[in-house]
């Protein structure tokens, strides 16, 4: 009884203290500024969904992989980075529209900070514009990226298991609506 006790204190507590701004209640959508051009020689081009197609210097996904590869939990991005290496071997151009998490992952990072090109299929054109928000739906925080005119173009799943105040441990998995809604969206974008 006495375990149950401590590994429920830090609930509790949490639970005591004044909620911050949540990201995920704030539907602000903000803005990246892309830069222009890839910075290096070698270009990775991921075909992501109906919508748009994403271009990263091989310099940038190296840089990633190789900080994220050193983490415990990521052995998945030496990985990729190998793979990579192959194909980069004979070209200095390499497409790829496999799914790929730690690809997904990277992509998410670089849209952040605008270090990548984004080919809008259905404009055809490069925007030099974007936005981004964080949007919950039932216990999941999505991360959408969209064009200026509000079409999403790229998708992350961020955080898991999200309990707001008030929402008890019972009605996790029980905010099916809102999974439609995900869904809903994650056909807008593609995938």
Known sequence: MKFLLLALLPFYL??????DRSNWKDTTMIRIDLHPGPSSKKVLVYDYGKNAML????????AICDHRSRQSWGKNYKVLMDHLNKKFRKKDTVSTAEYDPELDAIADTLLLIGKVNVYDKVNHEFPTLIYQRLEK???????????????????ELELIGILEEGDPLQNM???????????DKLR???K
Do not use: I, M, T
């Open 137 to 155: 739906y039932g216990e999941q925080a999505h991360r959408f990226f969209y064009f200026e005119d509000r079409r999403p173009f790229f998708e």
């Open 188 to 190: 807008q974008v593609g």
């Open 14 to 19: 949490s639970a005591q203290s004044p909620p």
């Open 55 to 62: 271009f990263f210097a091989l310099d940038d996904v190296e």
């Open 173 to 183: 998995g029980k905010h099916a609506e809102e999974y439609g809604k995900l869904y």
